[in-house]
């Protein structure tokens, strides 16, 4: 999953929901404060770190968001094989911890959130080439 997409997120949005009798994770969250965050996100990323992959990220999901009536919902639905695979997920706070500390100074804080985030979507991408 490409990291920008959680940058659309706040870690303080619920994230579960039960759908026949399975656990199955998702987020939601009205467009216009995807927008927001996702632009606040490229800003921290301009200044601290403007060859970041995730600004290209952003650079692209960005417009398409504007796209969308700021009304609408924006939702991040995990799917069942990725919820089992992620839950509890932990990677919309580290991004933001990432970005918090970058636009703090704080390269350690930031790199141990980067790493966790690596870690993560690695093990998932390791089990996607398993199948």
């Known amino acids: 999953m490409p990291h920008a997409w959680l940058a659309a997120f706040d870690p303080e949005e619920p994230v579960r929901r039960l759908v026949d009798g399975e656990d199955v994770a998702y987020r939601r969250t009205p467009v216009a404060e995807a927008v927001e965050r996702a632009g606040h996100a490229a800003a921290v990323l301009a200044g601290a770190a403007p060859d970041a992959e995730l600004l290209g990220e952003l650079a692209v999901m960005i417009p398409w968001l504007q796209a969308f009536h700021p009304d609408a919902v924006l939702e991040l639905d995990y799917g069942r ?4 695979l992620v839950w509890p997920d932990d990677s919309v706070f580290d991004l933001w911890t990432l ?6 100074g704080d390269e350690v804080d930031a790199g141990m959130a980067q790493e966790r985030l690596n870690r993560r979507w690695a093990r998932v991408g390791m089990h996607a080439h398993d199948g």
């Open 81 to 84: 094989a990725l919820t089992s």
């Open 99 to 104: 970005l918090d500390a970058l636009q703090e």
